[in-house]
């Protein structure tokens, strides 16, 4: 098994990795809109979104995968009018792939100024 690290200041606090590679399979744990210096990234929905999404994806590559491997997302949403800018940020990184996605209103995230936090799972070739 292999696992890569990010910036959250949360990943060695509650002791997990950003992403766990295990046989052909890539796990990317939830990912808030974190920059390099641990703030909160600044901006609308779409900002965070990408911001997210450039972190998930980075950590599947240096596990060995790509933006191309990735067969399911999640994303955790605070507020439903959100959903377009997410959504239309969500295809500029998969909208050829079309992975599985799933979006879910909930009440808060761990920062308040969050408006998104992601998952991503990725399937590498057998080969």
Request: negative net charge; proline residues 4%.
């Amino acid at each position: 098994m292999k696992r890569t690290s990010g910036t959250s200041p949360y990943e060695g606090l509650y002791g997990f990795s950003r992403a766990v590679r295990h046989g052909n399979r890539i796990l990317v744990a939830g990912t808030g809109p974190v920059e390099e210096d641990g703030n909160s990234t600044p901006g609308d929905a779409a900002a965070q979104t990408r911001r997210c999404f450039a972190i998930a994806v980075k950590a599947i590559e240096e596990l060995g995968g790509s933006a191309e491997d990735v067969v399911r997302t999640r994303m955790f949403i605070t507020d439903p009018a959100d959903a377009d800018a997410i959504g239309k940020v969500h295809a500029e990184f998969f909208g050829t792939r079309r992975p599985a996605a799933t979006m879910v209103v909930v009440a808060a995230l761990l920062r308040e100024e969050w408006r998104i936090e992601v998952e991503a799972e990725a399937m590498l070739d057998d080969a």
